[in-house]
């Protein structure tokens, strides 16, 4: 394993990153995007550095990076969770992936990492997997504006109008819990799906929450992992009360779950994902 510190130019500025490769030839990337509030790339108690470390072992490489004005990186601080920086991020990813020679990657991110995670995931062919960490609050993958129901066209998100878009974000909220609300996901998460792109949420809330996003994911559109199998998985870690990744169990449950989750759902090998590009495009 290799760490590999590099700068990006972006705007003018420059992202700072740091790219871990394990030993033999790299089978897919990893993205890691840390929240708001003056996080560096290692996130906090290293988390990153560590599950980093953890998937090089085996045999994915991945960056983390240090958003404008945050760390080593250069510019003005500024973060809007309606305006997350998915432009800096798809920068590094793709100058990463073009230096590695690989052609598909994962995204892992929390707060305001996981909505720049799914913004990669609804704009980029490329995105396999995104793993969205939500140690008690929703709100970062919520929409609460209920702005319509996302679809995927040729020019990415589209909106149904009038009756139609009321309809479908009624259905969308209530899930198939018998008029339980359900969680109404920002469009990029139903773009994402709709891509193919699996999704696990790694969420530590209430019960409450629990069944909320259960609801909700329940709801979304099928992608194209195939008849009858769900694109999308809810997986429990440890939470104590707004305590987010300070317990040490909360942490290990995160490098664990990453790294399970990264495994099963990146390509086995370059020639593998080759190989399933070739058939999906006969089929």
């Not at 089978?27 to 953890?54: D, E, N, P």
């Not at 129901?149 to 009038?162: E, F, I, R, V, Y």
């Not at 974000?169 to 209530?174: E, G, L, N």
């Not at 099963?264 to 070739?278: E, I």
Request: with cysteine.
């Amino acid at each position: 394993m290799r760490d590999h510190p590099l700068f990006v130019p972006f705007r003018g500025d420059h992202l700072a990153a740091v790219v871990t490769t394990p030993d033999e030839t790299a089978r897919g990337l990893v993205v890691f995007l840390q929240g708001a509030g003056g996080a560096t790339r290692t996130h906090r108690y290293r988390l990153w550095t560590r599950a980093a470390r953890r998937l090089a072992s085996d045999g994915i490489a991945s960056v983390r990076m240090d958003y404008r004005g945050i760390g080593d990186s250069t510019g003005a601080y500024a973060f809007e969770m309606e305006a997350p920086p998915v432009e800096e991020a798809l920068t590094v990813v793709t100058l990463v992936l073009d230096r590695l020679g690989l052609d598909a990657f994962g995204v892992v991110g929390n707060c305001i990492g996981a909505r720049t995670a799914f913004g990669l995931a609804a704009r980029t062919e490329t995105c396999r997997s995104v793993a969205c960490i939500l140690p008690m609050a929703l709100g970062p993958v919520e929409d609460r504006g209920g702005g319509g129901n996302a679809t995927l066209g040729a020019s990415g998100a589209k909106w149904l109008p009038g009756p139609m878009a009321h309809w479908a974000s009624r259905a969308r909220r209530f899930g198939r819990l018998g008029g339980r609300p359900g969680l109404h996901f920002i469009p990029e998460v139903s773009i994402a799906v709709r891509r193919g792109t699996q999704v696990l949420f790694l969420h530590g809330g209430t019960e409450e929450s629990r069944q909320r996003l259960a609801a909700g994911a329940r709801a979304l559109p099928m992608g194209t992992s195939g008849e009858g199998a769900s694109p999308v998985q809810i997986w429990s870690m440890p939470a104590e009360g707004t305590s987010g990744f300070r317990p040490l169990e909360t942490q290990r449950v995160v490098v664990d779950s990453v790294a399970e989750w990264m495994d099963r759902t990146l390509p086995v090998s370059a020639a593998d994902a080759g190989a399933a590009r070739q058939s999906a495009g006969a089929a």
